[in-house]
């Protein structure tokens, strides 16, 4: 059994003529232990989705099941077993943050001790300072912790990482892997990619509410064409360039600066480099890189539906 289950859930908001679909028939699975990434534009339907998932609202039609149950109707047993990091979540400003998570743990069966979360989420000097006093980040990284204090089968992360120092980033993401590690299954919406490179088993990219890519990141990537460029000081005609094996599309020049995509990265990149020792012409700025998951993102927006 899946932990989540998602079945051709749409939303709707509104009524009659003024009805807008926010959500068209989306449907997926998480597994345990699985982190899936929801990706897409603002207003693609993404929290207007997980809302429905955290049984904070009805769908309109379709299924969902966290850990077998409905979320709305069997709330009592989902909530027992599911953390949740909202983007704004309401603390009392008076309290410190040891009293907060204190009172939190307080309200939960298998929350792990206070001073080991305060340890993980890097709060421990912050633990007598009152919550309204803490900065942008820290009260992200309290967020977290109160989030993961119970232990959860099923975590929600809505953008965990917004407005958080680098290092204070890689700490989340140790957490979140830790979660993982333990059997945790976590749903992550997030607009970095770079973040859902690093957790994500899968990803779902949405647009115009509908799922419109779905796979791994290398999957969802292995359509999109590496990139070389390089400065060449004119010596190395565009055509020639062209015709380097594996090499698609058109030469393209940005500001002095030689770009080609290739669909076998090794081949073209070695062609090239041949023909400039043979000829003994040196390539300055020289960058050749694979596909990223932006690219992707930026390719398949606008797209139809898939799925
Ligand atoms: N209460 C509402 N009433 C009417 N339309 C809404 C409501 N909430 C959201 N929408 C619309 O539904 C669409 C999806 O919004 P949603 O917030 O789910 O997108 P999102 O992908 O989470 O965007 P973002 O990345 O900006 O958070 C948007 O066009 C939005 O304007």
Redo the contacts with the bound molecule.
């Keep these: 059994m899946s932990v989540i289950e998602v079945l051709d859930v749409k939303r709707t ?2 009524k009659g003529r003024d009805a ?1 679909t ?2 068209d028939g989306v449907t997926f699975q998480v597994q345990a232990g699985e982190l899936v990434s929801i990706l ?12 429905v998932i955290e049984g904070l609202a009805p769908a309109s039609s379709g299924t969902v099941r966290v850990l077998g149950s409905d979320p709305i109707r069997q709330r009592a047993h989902v909530r027992q077993h599911t953390g949740i990091m909202l ?1 704004e979540a309401g603390f009392a400003g008076d309290l410190t943050v040891e009293e907060t998570l204190r009172m939190w743990a307080g309200t939960l069966t298998n929350a792990r001790p206070v001073d080991e979360a305060l340890e993980l989420t890097d709060l421990t000097y912050r633990a007598n300072v009152r919550v309204k006093a803490l900065s942008g980040g820290e009260r992200r990284r309290l967020d977290l912790a109160m989030a993961t204090l119970g232990n959860p089968q099923v975590l929600f992360l809505d ?1 965990p990482t917004t407005g958080l120092d680098p290092a204070s980033r890689q700490r989340t993401w140790e957490l979140v892997r830790m979660m993982l590690r333990g059997g945790t299954s976590v749903l992550l ?1 997030t ?1 970095y990619l770079e973040e859902a490179e690093e957790l994500a088993d899968r990803v779902l990219m ?1 647009s115009s ?1 509908k799922v419109v890519a779905s796979g791994t990141v290398a999957e969802v990537v292995a359509a999109q064409p590496s990139i070389i460029s390089f400065t060449d000081d004119g010596k190395l005609h565009p055509n020639e360039v062209e015709l380097l094996p594996s090499v698609i599309g058109d030469v393209r020049e940005i500001r002095g600066k030689i770009e080609i995509h290739s669909d076998d990265l090794q081949v073209t990149l070695t062609a090239l480099l041949k023909m400039c020792e043979d000829r003994d012409i040196s390539l300055s700025d020289l960058n050749a890189r694979s596909a990223s998951l932006e690219q992707a993102f930026l390719a398949l927006d606008n797209q139809p539906a898939v799925a």
């Design positions: 908001y509104g807008f926010a959500v897409g534009v603002n207003g693609a339907g993404k929290t207007s989705l997980v809302e983007q953008e919406t607009h949405m509410g």
